[in-house]
C-alpha cells in the first residue's frame, strides 16, 4: 500500500517570504498527485495535480506553482507568501485510477 | 462547473442509531465515487469506495449508489461518539476527485 509524506508539519512564516512544502510517496510508481488547500472550516480546494514527471495542471490561479522533477516527489512552492495562502495544505495520492489517499498535511501560518 | 452537493449539517443522532448522509453530484459521466471522514485538525481518511448502483457493506459503513439519480449515500450504523467528524463525498472527473463541502456529524452519547 501507498504511504505519503510531508513535511513539515506545521509552519509559521512572514508575510513575503518564499514557500516550499514537499510531498513524496511510497509504495506506487506513476500515481496522479495532487495539492490540496483547506482554509480554517472550510472544504478542499484543489489547487495542482500531475499525471506525470513534469507535467502540472493548474486548477486555480494564484501566487503558488508546483512542480513534480521525480515519479514520487511533489512539490508546492511561492515567491512571495500573502496571508490569504494561510492554510491546511494536503497532498494526495491516486494510483491507476483508483482510491485517493492523503497525507497528513501541512498547516501552514502566514502572520 | 461539476459539483458535488452535500448539506453542511450538524446532523445529530444518538449514540447507537444509524447516521444517514447524502450527496448529489453533476457530472453524469462520473464511475467512481468515495467517502472520507475528517477529525479536526487531521487528514481526510477514505472509508469507502464504491463504483457500481447498488450497496456495498464494510462493517458498520454502508455505501449506496443510484447513478440514475446522481445519488450517493453513506449509512453508519451503531454510530459511536468516535463517529462525530466530518464525512466529505467524492465523484471522479477525468483525472481528478470532485469534492463536497462535507457533512458534519455528531454522535450524541
Known amino acids: 500500500s501507498q504511504t505519503i509524506h510531508q513535511w513539515p508539519a506545521t509552519l509559521v512564516q512572514p508575510v513575503g517570504s518564499p514557500l516550499s512544502l514537499e510531498c513524496t510517496v511510497e509504495?506506487?510508481?506513476?500515481?496522479?498527485l495532487y495539492w490540496y488547500r483547506q482554509a480554517a472550516g472550510r472544504g478542499l480546494q484543489l489547487l495542482f495535480y500531475s499525471v506525470g514527471i513534469g507535467q502540472i495542471s493548474s486548477e486555480v490561479p494564484q501566487n503558488l506553482s508546483a512542480s513534480r522533477p521525480q515519479d514520487r516527489q511533489f512539490i508546492l512552492s511561492s515567491k512571495k507568501l500573502l496571508l490569504s495562502d494561510s492554510g491546511f495544505y494536503l497532498c494526495?495520492?491516486?494510483?491507476?485510477?483508483?482510491?485517493?489517499?492523503f497525507g497528513p498535511g501541512t498547516r501552514l501560518t502566514v502572520t | 462547473q461539476k459539483e458535488v452537493e452535500q448539506n453542511s449539517g450538524p446532523l445529530s443522532v444518538p449514540e447507537g442509531a444509524i447516521a444517514s448522509l447524502n450527496c448529489t453530484y453533476s457530472?453524469?459521466?462520473?464511475?467512481?465515487f468515495f467517502w472520507y471522514r475528517q477529525y479536526s485538525g487531521k487528514s481526510p481518511e477514505l472509508i469507502m469506495s464504491?463504483?457500481?448502483?447498488g450497496d456495498k457493506e464494510d462493517g458498520r459503513f454502508t455505501a449506496q449508489l443510484n447513478k440514475a439519480s446522481q445519488y450517493v449515500s453513506l449509512l453508519i450504523r451503531d454510530s459511536q461518539p468516535s463517529d462525530s467528524a466530518t464525512y466529505l463525498c467524492?465523484?471522479?472527473?477525468?483525472?481528478?476527485?470532485?469534492f463536497g463541502s462535507g457533512t458534519r456529524l455528531l454522535v450524541r452519547p
Open positions: 467524492a465523484a471522479d472527473s477525468s483525472y481528478k476527485l470532485i
Open positions: 494526495a495520492c491516486r494510483a491507476n485510477g483508483g482510491e485517493q489517499y
Open positions: 464504491i463504483y457500481s448502483n
Open positions: 509504495g506506487t510508481s506513476n500515481p496522479n
Open positions: 457530472d453524469r459521466g462520473s464511475q467512481s
